[in-house]
């Protein structure tokens, strides 16, 4: 064992300092400072070097993680970075965002009694380090191929897949419907956990690496599914959900009440530099307001800390189980509360008051009953305990379903899921269209960056070995 290595005994647990609260309630800067060099180095000395790292095992890309730790502990940093990107196409991004307490660090077994090593903190210091010192350096195929691959969706599922295929040197180009790459990555979570320049430099790497963007365009709309079969060897769509789950009741359509990610892609435009006249018009702008935020999971988190740093007068989130059954991660949880944020746990809404504008949210208590099928416990209303809680922006929080793909590319053929995700072959990631393929969200449900990641790299071996095949029959049997 290496000499640098279990210093978990003497070696308490750190994580990187957070910034003043007062600060970060004012701006939308990371909270979140970077390690220094020898405090990366003495984290990741504390790890045990597992023979079995379940750490490694609930990472979804399965990252070398005790590996990268040892090089980080002897300084040797830039075999740290290669070693971590080999299995990771974003890692300072999954650093900062992934639910780590669910995932590596929740399962890091260091000896009962001690703090998890803290590993995405290490990852994300892995990578910056490697962009400061110029390490990171854009893709050179060994050998260009003729075959061109159309991917659509340039969330981190598109952009993943697109680095793995033009890795082995096919011509890449990615079509979306927004104005700038990185799908959720820039318009969905805000500054505070992912600043946007860390997005664009990926962005900017993949340009440098050849692969092509053609942004401002909605396939569907701007070009046919079927045009972009003819025109690539094999497409892979990476669209991701977004249609809002809606809320019921009296007074839902009052004005006032908005869509999560209306709310938070005008406040990242914002934050961009653009001019977002909903913004402007005090529509989607928490400022001076007293917001209500229904729902318990990331977005909702990222919607009621957004207000706070608007200038909100109050803010609330009303979620219908408690805090030990809330999906949100704990630590944006903790986050929020140290912000000024008041959860109000087992509360769920039953109608909006006000006249044209939203005043109010009638709420009624909830209390947990027994669990249901999924083992998730059941809730049902308290008798007598309505009250109506005063609100002036009303946020709907309450997830995301795919939208209509078939009828939005105009191909019936395409076959959903009876949640309306893509149906895929599981081990060729083919949809029930021959070349065509999917990925990320679209394919899973609603999830994380590090899946549509891990997704986005599988499909493009599948893609790989079906262009392959392909090429390699006969003329006549094509
Ligand atoms: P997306 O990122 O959604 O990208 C899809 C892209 O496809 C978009 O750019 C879209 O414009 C484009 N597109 C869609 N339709 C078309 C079309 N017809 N033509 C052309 N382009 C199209 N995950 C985490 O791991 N950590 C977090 O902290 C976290 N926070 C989140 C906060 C919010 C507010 C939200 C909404 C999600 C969050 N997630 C988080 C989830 C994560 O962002 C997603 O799971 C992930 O981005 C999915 O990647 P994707 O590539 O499948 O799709
Ligand atoms: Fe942990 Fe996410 Fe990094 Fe995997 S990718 S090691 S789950 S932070
Ligand atoms: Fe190190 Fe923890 Fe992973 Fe074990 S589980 S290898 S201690 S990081």
Known sequence: MAEHM????????????????????????????????????????????????????HCPLHNNIPDWLKLTAEGRLEEAYE????????????????????????????????EAVTIGAVERYITDTAFERGWVKPITPRRELDAS????????????????????????????????????????IPNFKLEKDVVLRR?????????????????????????????????????????????????????GIVPALDYLIASNRENLGDHVPDFTSG????????????GGGDTAMDCVRTAVRQGAKSVKCLYRRDR???????????????????????????????????????????????????????VEPQEGSHHTVKADLVIKALG?????????FNEPALAVTRWGTLRVNHRSFMTSLPGVFAAGDIVRGASLVVWAIRDG??????????????????????
Request: glycine share 10%.
């Open 6 to 57: 279990l210093r978990f005994v003497n070696v308490p647990q750190q994580t990187p300092d957070k910034r003043a609260v007062a600060e970060r309630r004012r701006d939308f800067g990371e909270i979140y400072r970077i390690f220094e060099e020898q405090d990366a180095a003495r984290q990741s000395s504390r790890c045990s070097q597992c023979g079995v790292p379940f750490c490694s095992i």
């Open 400 to 408: 995301f379903d795919p939208e209509d793909l078939p009828a939005m």
């Open 83 to 114: 070693v971590s990107s080999a299995t990771n196409n974003f890692p300072e991004i999954c650093g900062r965002i992934c639910p780590q307490d669910r995932l590596c660090e929740g399962n890091c077994v260091i000896e009962k009694g001690f």
């Open 283 to 294: 529509r989607l702008n928490a400022a001076g307001k007293h917001v209500v935020v229904i």
């Open 457 to 478: 790299r599988d499909a493009a071996k599948r893609v790989h070995e079906y262009v392959e095949q392909q090429q390699a029959l006969p003329a006549a049997a094509e």
């Open 203 to 255: 962005q900017r790497l993949c340009e440098a690496s050849g692969i092509r963007f053609v942004l401002n365009c909605a396939v569907g709309t701007d070009v046919t599914l079927s045009e972009l079969r003819a025109r690539h060897a094999a497409v892979l769509i990476a669209t991701g959900v977004y249609k809002p789950r809606e809320i019921g009741g009296p007074g839902a359509g009052l004005a």
């Open 149 to 188: 691959i159309g991917i659509i969706g340039a969330g981190p599922g598109g952009m993943a897949a697109a680095e793995e295929l033009r890795r082995r040197g096919y011509q890449v180009t990615i079509y979306d419907r927004y104005d700038r790459a990185g799908g959720l990555m820039i318009y969905g």
């Open 324 to 378: 030990a059954n809330m999906p949100g991660s704990m630590r944006e949880v903790k986050n929020a509360e140290e912000e000024g944020v008041e959860f109000v746990w087992l509360t769920a809404p039953e109608a909006f008051t006000g006249d044209d504008a939203v005043i109010g949210v009638r709420v009624v208590r909830m209390r947990l009953g027994l669990p249901d099928a999924s083992g998730r416990q059941s």
